[in-house]
């Protein structure tokens, strides 16, 4: 059960728009509806902020979307802001046995 | 309101069982579809999925982990317990339970707590 691929680092201004790629194969990301993505700020719990794919849980920004193209799940976050500072986990479904596979996680610096 | 909290040992010696619970408020495992999940973090690193139970007591294990890893769960007590037995240092982790509304999302998550192992 390998972990999804993550970049370690991405970084945007303020105002900015930042996209985060979460790739993993046609067993996971690419066989499934079933991406989620969380955010971690430091020492805090992470927090749900992307199901299935492109959903967005109540109280969760519209400048937060999903989306998906093959094995590839991406997270784009736009008009960036100090606060969305935080590491971001990708999360895929993987069958009824593996259950879900992370990412190895994203460090977001907002410049 | 949904709320988790997880509790048990700060510190394990090697080769020991870990216990710990997670007590939860604001949904009940005997509702269709729900589950709680363990998700542990060692310092620095990434999440790491171990095992979920759902209402059902259906039940899910890391594949890798799976004959250390027990998960049961007390409906009437709102409780989820997860068992780790022969504890490693390697096993030093942050360790989150997560409520499961959605069938395979962890919508809602504990504070976590940090679990040293070392002798």
């Known amino acids: 059960q390998s972990a999804l691929t993550q970049p370690r680092s991405v970084s945007g201004s303020p105002g900015q728009s930042v996209t985060i790629s979460c790739t993993g194969t046609s067993s996971d990301v690419g066989n499934y509806n079933y991406v989620s993505w969380y955010q971690q700020h430091p020492g805090k719990a992470p927090k749900l902020i992307i199901y299935?794919?492109?959903k967005r849980p109540s109280g969760v920004p519209d400048r937060f979307s999903g989306s998906k193209s093959g094995n590839t799940a991406s997270l784009t976050i736009s008009g960036l802001q100090a606060e969305d500072e935080a590491d971001y986990y990708c999360c895929s479904y993987t069958g009824s046995y593996t259950f879900v596979v992370f990412g190895g996680g994203t460090k977001l610096t907002v410049l | 309101q949904i709320t988790l909290k997880e509790s048990g040992p700060t510190l394990v010696k090697p080769t020991q069982t870990l216990t710990l619970t997670c007590t939860f408020s604001?949904?009940?495992?005997?509702?269709?579809?729900?589950?709680v999940g363990w998700i542990r973090q060692p310092p620095g690193k990434a999440l790491e999925w171990l095992a979920v139970i759902y209402w059902d007591d259906d039940k899910r294990y890391r594949p890798s982990l799976k004959s250390r890893l027990t998960i049961t769960k007390d409906t009437p007590t709102n409780q989820v317990v997860l068992t780790m037995t022969n504890m490693d240092p390697v096993d030093t982790a942050t360790y989150y339970c997560?409520?499961?509304?959605?069938?395979?999302?962890?919508?809602?998550w504990g504070q976590g707590t940090l679990v040293t192992v070392s002798s």
């Open positions: 604001g949904f009940s495992l005997s509702t269709s579809g729900v589950g």
């Open positions: 997560a409520a499961i509304v959605g069938a395979t999302t962890f919508d809602y």
């Open positions: 299935d794919v492109s």
